[in-house]
């Protein structure tokens, strides 16, 4: 079973910064292709960010995330550096892991992580 966990999240203003880190034990992450989704208050779904590849070498972005969010796979560990972030970004930033990708999309993984908040303050 893998188990993704994810850290990082916290309490910031309109254009700050922030960086998520996702883990899982036994180095799974190696293994799999690796996403962002969000939930933000208030929605039952969960919103693609971004993903990246199981060799690291390839990714993808939402719209919203495009140019101001970054994801990378160093070894084991995958990161999700978030820059001018801006209130719509409050959220619920979940890390997932699946055979295949990246994709955008919720089906293609399997393992979830619980959940880091990001709150971003006017």
């Known amino acids: 079973q893998v188990q993704p966990v994810e850290s990082g999240g916290g309490s910031v203003q309109t254009g700050g910064s922030l960086k998520l880190s996702c883990k899982a034990s036994?180095?799974?992450?190696?293994?799999?292709?690796v996403a962002w989704f969000r939930q933000m208050p208030g929605q039952e779904r969960r919103e693609f960010v971004a993903?990246?590849?199981?060799?690291?070498?390839n990714s993808d972005y939402s719209r919203s995330a495009r140019g101001r969010f970054a994801i990378s796979k160093v070894d084991a560990e995958v990161f999700l550096e978030m820059n001018n972030l801006l209130p719509d970004d409050t959220a619920v930033y979940y890390c997932?892991?699946?055979?295949?990708?990246?994709?955008?999309?919720?089906?293609?993984?399997?393992?979830w992580g619980h959940g880091t908040q990001v709150t971003v303050s006017a």
């Open positions: 036994g180095r799974a992450l190696t293994r799999f292709a």
């Open positions: 993903a990246v590849s199981q060799n690291g070498a």
């Open positions: 997932a892991a699946g055979t295949s990708g990246p994709s955008i999309w919720f089906r293609a993984y399997d393992y």
